[in-house]
């Protein structure tokens, strides 16, 4: 009943402070003992939740509530003044009071999937650590139905799915009461029995731990297996990728032939059991294994490779044989799912002080490798050990293996290499074991302090380095020649750039030095004379012919500068001679009308004995070869309407005689020549001038030159002219005084002897498009 006046109330106050208080663990109970009316009480009830929000109404808010009126409103504020003077509210603690305590069965149901009470101001963080609320949906065992339906909600903790509603849940598309429930069994078993998934017999799941069979590395991940994966022949094929002994990893494919299912079968039923075996809950079944994992790997420095590993783990378990160590691998990315191991060298790396201790560093920068060539790694591991064990403080490593060895080695920089099972000095290993040539030459010639000759540097090589000890003089001088930091510095000794000794020139470089500073072109023989010592013969040879457009061979074994030969003319060399013989050369190199008398001139100085003279016969054979040398290497012979471009097909006696005729008269017309029988003759004083032989070489250039000069003259000319008699070319003058007529009875002639046969082509005409 309601109080009939402030006196009864002040009573019942005063008896409820008499009252022992750790009864009243309820504050709804306290409302309704207190004697305030059915309205009054249910307006209460309806819209508090605590004694604190009781406290703060006022007459304002009180008028908003739904079934309160004014007259109830000043009820419950008269009720709020004398409670608050009597210092008896004391409220009992508040939902999220509670939950920031360890959890147990009462605490259980205030939680709001449980309670269907939403509470926005309780926040995940508010969870005491016992209802594991950060524990990710990803490590529980979740139907996929109620998997999906939360990834929806963007619910990814279980402290999430704690504080909704079952409202909230049950609205999402395709979550039902199923999936509720499950989730609710989830909750409970993970908080009183830290079991990850829904089984109703969490008494079952404790016995897990015995029931792994660690007799062998194939009865450990078969037991294991089984207490996660339900189908028997899901079993047998995830032990199969998990537990094998080949060399590599079972496909897809050969695991399908096995068990007669497709690889997508395969691949699917992988899929599932490594998710469901990725489960936290189903790892931890492996916890002692996990364990005794990590601690040998503690004790080996805090890194191994998987190898290493199995071999370790058959004398820690007394297996009969080591496990594989890719199978291992495929284990432990169960245990480390953000590890890939692909490889027997992939590594296992945990916490340990010793990743980041600096002796060992220090210990393998202390070994001596001028006295020693290398050191092998299990006595590089006992001189780590043995310093652990007398500096350390913590509690010393007992063996290092090959992968920490190998990650200090690493730590300095590239000083030291591990090759096989041997620790080498960098240097010493790259001229032993070194497959860079360079990289060998280099160190064989920094070692050496001096340039060296490439047979040298090739012997050095065969003999230190294991790779190249089979290696030709041959090949070592082909390779260090086109290396950036080696340099030629005189004929066949290389040296390292950085001695700075200038270098070395090439062959063709000292050949157009020599063309330069003699002025004009020079023979083959006497290039090689000057340059002996400094180039091969081969070399200037290969210069000479090689060289694209630097050189040019003018003729008679003569060599010159391209640019020099092109810019220089006759005048320029005639200018070298004495006067009788720089008249006899003018008189030979101008007014010509064609190259007779500059080729017979030149035949005849080159071929004529001591005394000037040379047999007609000789010289007429040797002037007619002269063009048909030219014809075979495809070079022009003359115009069209001189004789001598027919040289090879009408008779050679025709040529010489007609071709010989006038170059011949011209020259027992000057004062230079006579014939004496069947002999030519030079002036007397000319041939003992030219009996000078470098007088002679310069007669001989300078002719070369003019004719030179004359088939450059006439080559545009020549190639416009198939042939002298085709009616569509047009007519020139002829070069020589013989008629045209003439040329072509001989011809004909020539034709009456030795027949041949025409064919005439067809003309063909145009095709309309």
């Not at 694209?548 to 020099?564: A, C, H, L």
């Not at 070298?576 to 720089?582: D, F, K, M, S």
């Not at 002219?721 to 002639?749: C, R, S, W």
């Amino acid at each position: 009943m309601p109080f009939k006046s402030a006196q009864n109330q002040n009573n019942f106050i005063s008896e409820f402070e008499e009252k022992d208080r750790t009864t009243k663990d309820n504050w709804e109970e306290f409302i309704i003992s207190s004697g305030l009316s059915v309205r009054a009480i249910n307006v209460l009830l309806q819209n508090c939740s605590s004694i604190d929000e009781i406290n703060l109404l006022n007459e304002k808010i009180l008028l908003t509530l739904p079934t309160c009126g004014k007259k109830t409103a000043n009820e419950i504020l008269n009720f709020i003044k004398i409670s608050y003077q009597k210092r008896i509210v004391q409220p009992p603690p508040s939902i999220k009071d509670k939950l920031a305590n360890p959890p147990d069965e009462s605490s259980l149901i205030l939680l709001p999937i449980f309670s269907s009470k939403n509470t926005k101001e309780i926040a995940v963080e508010d969870l005491h650590e016992g209802f594991k609320a950060v524990t990710k949906l990803s490590d529980l065992m979740l139907s996929v139905r109620a998997a999906k339906a939360l990834k929806k909600l963007d619910i990814h903790s279980i402290g999430e799915v704690m504080l909704s509603t079952e409202a909230t849940l049950l609205k999402q598309k395709n979550f039902g009461r199923k999936c509720l429930n499950e989730l609710k069994a989830i909750i409970r078993n993970l908080i009183l029995f830290n079991i990850h998934s829904s089984d109703t017999f969490p008494e079952s799941r404790s016995n897990h731990i015995s029931s792994i069979d660690y007799s062998s590395y194939r009865n450990m991940i078969t037991s294991f297996v089984r207490l996660c994966i339900k189908s028997k022949r899901d079993q047998d094929l995830i032990s199969r990728r998990l537990c094998f002994q080949t060399e590599k990893i079972p496909t897809l494919e050969q695991i399908g032939k096995h068990f007669d299912i497709t690889k997508e079968g395969v691949r699917q039923i992988l899929k599932k059991g490594y998710r469901n075996l990725k489960i936290k809950t189903n790892v931890n079944i492996l916890n002692s294994f996990w364990e005794r994992i990590n601690g040998l790997i503690v004790s080996c420095g805090g890194i191994i490779d998987l190898e290493e590993l199995a071999v370790i783990l058959q004398d820690e378990f007394n297996w009969s044989e080591p496990p594989n160590p890719l199978a291992l691998g495929q284990l432990f990315s169960l245990w480390k799912p953000e590890l890939s191991f692909a490889c027997s060298e992939d590594l296992l790396i945990v916490d340990c002080e010793c990743l980041s201790c600096e002796h060992p560093f220090k210990q393998l920068l202390s070994l001596d490798f001028e006295e020693h060539e290398s050191f092998h790694i299990q006595v590089v591991g006992k001189k780590f050990a043995s310093h652990c064990r007398n500096k350390c403080a913590a509690k010393p490593v007992q063996k290092f293996h090959k992968a920490f060895i190998r990650k200090v080695i690493k730590d300095t920089g590239g000083k030291y290499v591990l090759h096989g099972d041997l620790v080498w000095d960098y240097d010493k290993w790259l001229i032993r074991y070194g497959v860079n040539m360079e990289d060998v030459a280099r160190y064989v010639l920094e070692k050496h302090g001096k340039p060296m000759h490439f047979s040298e540097i090739a012997g050095a090589v065969r003999k230190e380095n294991i790779k190249f000890k089979d290696i030709s003089d041959h090949n070592v001088h082909a390779a260090i020649i086109r290396y950036k930091d080696i340099e030629i510095v005189k004929r066949g000794t290389y040296g390292l750039k950085t001695w700075n000794l200038g270098g070395y020139r090439p062959a063709s470089d000292g050949i157009e030095e020599l063309l330069d500073k003699s002025g004009f072109p020079l023979r083959r023989m006497e290039i090689i004379q000057r340059l002996e010592g400094e180039f091969s013969e081969g070399n200037i040879s290969a210069a000479l012919t090689n060289s694209g457009t630097r050189f040019v061979s003018i003729g008679e074994g003569f060599y010159d500068r391209q640019e020099n030969w092109q810019k220089c003319s006759c005048n320029d060399y005639i200018k070298l001679l004495p006067e009788p013989v720089a008249d006899f050369v003018l008189y030979l190199t101008s007014k010509n009308n064609c190259s007779y008398k500059l080729v017979m001139a030149l035949i005849f100085i080159r071929s004529m004995n001591e005394n000037g003279s040379i047999y007609l016969h000789n010289l007429k054979e040797m002037f007619c070869n002269f063009y048909l040398s030219r014809k075979k290497k495809g070079l022009v012979v003359e115009t069209a309407s001189v004789i001598a471009s027919s040289n090879g097909d009408i008779e050679p006696e025709v040529i010489k005689n007609r071709a010989t005729q006038e170059p011949l008269k011209s020259f027992l017309h000057s004062d230079f020549f006579s014939q004496n029988g069947s002999n030519l003759r030079i002036r007397e004083n000319l041939a003992g001038l030219l009996s000078d032989n470098i007088l002679k070489d310069i007669v001989i250039i300078t002719l070369l030159k003019g004719i030179d000069d004359y088939f450059a003259r006439i080559e545009p000319a020549a190639s416009n002219q198939e042939y002298a008699g085709d009616p569509t070319v047009k007519a020139e003058k002829p070069l020589l005084d013989i008629p045209h007529e003439k040329v072509k009875k001989v011809i004909d002639n020539s034709e009456e002897r030795a027949p041949s046969i025409a064919i005439k082509k067809r003309q063909r005409s145009k095709i309309k498009l």
